[in-house]
């Protein structure tokens, strides 16, 4: 597997040059500083290339062509956006990125609610809180006919929350959740977020998955031509949020998705963290159902807590899924394939320096040093005894 790091740009805390000591050589970025649906100019492109391999580093995912909410939506003219997405994924193939990671998840990309949660050891993990999302939803937002989608259990915990939340802990709670987490491309205020939120009052999961194969039947050629793979990556959490629709948390709906077009470019971002919350997932299952339709992977994970839909997430080798066997598999998978697959570690713990100093939530340089460490020592015990 290719040992890679997620990097935001010039201005991530973590540089370049701290990414090259970890001893990773990929780099898994985006231009992010490009608005939603806009065309990357292959230039700008070809210059954030220059400036990695500068560094002595190889740029190896695209991580992420942001899917337009239009098209999620099948809004009129959604067809121009996706078109701009086709010509992105043409153009950074051209410059040798050639495996490109996205989403279909619905106004939101992954949601937390806590972002230093603080464990035993004294470090802070990214943290999903049923009761304070749920508390969000009906007495913050406020969304309407929300309270048909919460059990009498579920209100009482809800207003529990809201009754110890100070007016600090409800404005950061917000913040967490529509302001927009790392890589994600949209944030929001209350107001616009209700405004997102109706656009999609037609659309359910039978309309969001038509929509993706409409998607697909346009960027899957132009990927194809350009020799590119596309790798979507599972929703996160992996259920309907906001009475939004979600269509990519079960080995199930992979499947579906892999048969609305049979091209291998029509493929799989395996993210552990995200599948791994959902208790009926198998993930080496997972690995061997979809085969060499996975282009890439993120390797983390998660601990689900009291509340089966509340999570945070643990230390890589920890959690509720064994890191060891999705390994294994993934090496089978790589071995029979022929081929070598991206991975990063993901969701960091801040321990150390990194409680002090300045990161991104999420991806905190020496959390996820620790976490490549572990993942390449499992790399490394898998490829020992599979070849004795």
């Known amino acids: 597997m290719i040992e890679s790091w997620r990097w935001f740009g010039p201005h991530d805390p973590v540089s370049l040059t701290d990414v090259r000591q970890t001893g990773a050589t990929g780099i898994v970025t985006a231009l992010h500083e490009i608005p939603n649906g806009t065309f990357w100019p ?18 190896v995912v695209a991580e992420s062509i942001p899917v337009h909410e239009d098209i999620k939506t099948g809004a009129p003219g959604w067809e121009e956006w996706a078109r701009n997405w086709a010509d992105t994924a043409r153009a950074l193939a051209h410059q040798g990125v050639k495996t ?66 100070s007016t600090q802990d409800r404005d950061r709670l917000t913040a967490n959740i529509i302001a927009g987490l790392p890589g994600s ?7 616009t977020f209700r405004e ?23 960027v899957v ?26 269509i990519a948390g079960t080995l199930a709906d992979l499947l579906h998705i892999a048969s609305m077009n049979p091209s291998p470019a029509n493929g799989f971002t395996l993210c552990t963290g995200s599948l791994g919350v959902h208790p009926d997932n198998d993930l080496p299952a997972i690995v061997r159902a979809l085969g060499d339709r996975i282009h890439f992977a993120h390797l983390r994970a998660t601990r689900r807590e009291g509340d089966p839909r509340s999570f945070y997430e643990d230390a890589h080798l920890a959690g509720d899924i064994d890191i060891v066997s999705i390994v294994r598999e993934m090496r089978h998978l790589e071995t029979g394939a022929g081929k070598q697959i991206p991975m990063r570690p993901d969701h960091g713990h801040r321990i150390l320096n990194d409680l002090t100093g300045t990161s991104t939530p999420g991806y905190p340089a020496i959390g996820r040093l620790r976490g490549l460490s572990e993942l ?9 005894f599979e070849g004795h």
């Open 376 to 384: 390449r020592g499992v790399l490394k015990a898998v490829n020992y």
């Open 221 to 246: 050629p132009a990927a194809e031509e350009a020799g590119a793979v596309l790798a979507i990556h599972p929703d996160d959490p992996p259920r309907s949020l906001f009475g939004l629709p979600r």
């Open 196 to 218: 997102r939120l109706a656009a999609y009052r037609n659309v359910g999961r039978q309309e969001l998955f038509q929509n993706l194969r409409n998607f697909l039947d346009i």
């Open 100 to 165: 490109i990671c996205y989403n279909f998840m619905p106004v939101l990309d992954w949601t937390r609610t806590d972002l230093d949660f603080e464990l035993q050891d004294g470090a802070t993990a990214l943290r999903f809180e049923f009761a304070a999302y749920a508390a969000f939803d009906l007495f913050i937002l406020e969304r309407d006919g929300a309270e048909a989608e919460y059990s009498a259990d579920d209100i009482a915990a809800a207003e529990a929350f809201m009754g110890s939340a």
């Open 185 to 191: 491309e949209e944030s929001y205020t209350l107001e």
């Open 42 to 59: 292959e230039e700008e492109i070809a210059a954030r290339r220059r400036m990695i391999e500068a560094a002595g580093l190889s740029w």
